[in-house]
């Protein structure tokens, strides 16, 4: 019996800067009926996807940018997601942003299931950009200002979504799939789904260099593809498209299998709803043979991917040392 698992990406649109949660909340509740209309089990939506991209905006008093965060979930504006995923069976990933009874700002998403119970809580590790205002960007990118680095590591639980009694899941945000660490902490516990939301602008900001316009899209699908063929799972990226406060988010979200192949993409820079069925099953295959971790990983080679965050330069060859 195949167990096969009904999953969707319900990419956003922009959100303007002046949009309550409401809103954006109202939109993703449509999307929620069409993921029901079309059979969909789990819904996967944006990184930050009840507000606009607000790193991108500079608050000198960072007291202020707590009107970005949400400190209960769910809340009034938040219970519509909730009673839709209730009312149509369907277990769901949110990214938003945390406030912590205790005064913590995390970039944070979790897994929700039908009957509101959170299944998993994931906190960013991998926070890009910068804490001070940077005169020399276009647009800010100031997650380091806003966020601090997540603390529950990258965990995987294994629990019932759609008709399947138990999948091993796991998440990451945005940044974090550009780094094999992760996805590796992800397989290293068996995950046979891994939820990403993102929101990557379509050209580099960062004025330190040129970076073509087409391979923006190319080093997201290149960084998820990679990550689910060497790992053995589905994984599922769902982005925020098109023009936010000014500046463009390149969509494309996509669904892909284990491996490694695209089964889904999203072509517009609206609200979209893309959908894929996932046999659990094909994780085996790569996880029984060239990705067998217990049969050919070599821990005693890999001791920088932990001993070190920087890279050292080389020795440098001479003739003499030989
Ligand atoms: N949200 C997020 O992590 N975006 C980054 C853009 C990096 S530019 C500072 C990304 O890796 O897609």
């Known amino acids: 019996m195949p167990r096969i698992l009904t999953v969707a990406a319900a990419q956003l649109g922009p959100i303007q800067r002046a949009e309550g949660r409401e809103v954006a909340v109202a ?99 991998h926070l890009p950009g910068h804490a001070e205002f940077d005169p020399k960007r276009a647009v800010q990118h100031l997650e380091k200002r806003y966020f601090e680095v997540g603390n529950l590591g990258f965990p995987v639980i294994r629990a019932p979504a759609g008709g399947l009694p138990g999948v091993n899941m796991g998440m990451m945000i945005c940044n974090d799939r ?72 390149f969509g494309h979200s996509i669904i892909v299998n284990p491996q490694g192949e695209i089964m889904a993409q999203a072509t517009s820079w609206d609200d979209e709803l893309i959908t894929a069925d996932c046999d659990m099953d094909m994780c085996t295959l790569g996880r029984t043979t060239i990705f067998a971790f217990d049969k050919h990983r070599r821990v005693e080679a890999y001791g920088r991917i932990t001993g070190q965050v920087g890279a050292v330069a080389p020795p440098v060859w001479s003739k003499t040392e030989q």
Request: proline share 5%; net charge neutral; aromatic share 12%.
């Open 27 to 125: 939109r993703m509740v449509r999307l929620l009926e069409r993921a029901h209309a079309r059979g969909a089990e789990l819904v996967v939506f944006p990184e930050l996807a009840l507000t606009t991209f607000f790193p991108r905006h500079y608050h000198a008093d960072r007291a202020e940018a707590d009107a970005w965060f949400e400190s209960a979930m769910p809340s009034n504006a938040t219970a519509p997601l909730f009673a839709a995923a209730r009312r149509y069976g369907i277990t769901f990933h949110l990214g938003y942003a945390e406030r912590t009874p205790d005064g913590h700002h995390y970039n944070t998403a979790i897994l929700v299931s039908p009957a509101g119970d959170v299944l998993l809580k994931y906190r960013k590790v």
């Open 178 to 249: 550009r780094w094999p660490e992760a996805w590796r902490v992800l397989g290293l516990q068996s995950v046979e789904l891994v939820m990403c939301g993102y929101n990557t602008p379509s050209t580099n900001q960062s004025a330190a260099g040129f970076e073509a316009h087409h391979l923006r899209v190319f080093h997201s699908h290149l960084s998820v593809q990679a990550g689910a063929y060497q790992n053995a799972t589905f994984a599922v990226a769902c982005a925020k498209a098109g023009t936010e406060d000014g500046c463009e988010l």
